[in-house]
Nanobody, 122 residues
Framework: VQLQASGGGLVRAGGSLRLSCAAS????????MGWFRRAPGKEREVVAT????????TYADSVKGRFTISRDRAKNTVYLQMDSLKPEDTAVYYC????????????????WGQGTLVTVSS
């Protein structure tokens, strides 16, 4: 099972990036998925989650109104649209998937991607 994250890079503050995470080896269409990040010197934190149906999303307070999580169940892929980026968004971003079939969180994630680096310059 692999979760391949892509789309990271260097962007100026105020800019946008779209992260993608394509899963292979098994389907995650019936489970919640999420994005996490780890900034330099900090612990990993949850950024956004999305239920198996896509109807329920949650966001960290620090990204509400700027980031949007979405998924394409047919493509076994989850996305993170990041707008109005700030230097404090600089981190390695990880996607995660699992078998949480319920609509509302909290969710459990047993599968993790390798991460993609996002660097926001001021």
């Amino acid at each position: 099972v692999q979760l391949q994250a892509s789309g990271g890079g260097l962007v100026r503050a105020g800019g946008s990036l779209r992260l993608s995470c394509a899963a292979s080896g098994r389907s995650f269409s019936r489970g919640a998925m999420g994005w996490f990040r780890r900034a330099p010197g900090k612990e990993r934190e949850v950024v956004a989650t999305i239920s198996w149906s896509g109807a329920t999303t949650t966001y960290a307070d620090s990204v509400k109104g700027r980031f949007t999580i979405s998924r394409d169940r047919a493509k076994n892929t989850v996305y993170l649209q990041m707008d109005s980026l700030k230097p404090e968004d600089t981190a390695v971003y990880y996607c995660a998937g699992g078998d949480s079939t319920w609509e509302d969180g909290p969710y459990e994630f047993g599968y993790w991607g390798q991460g993609t680096l996002v660097t926001v310059s001021s």
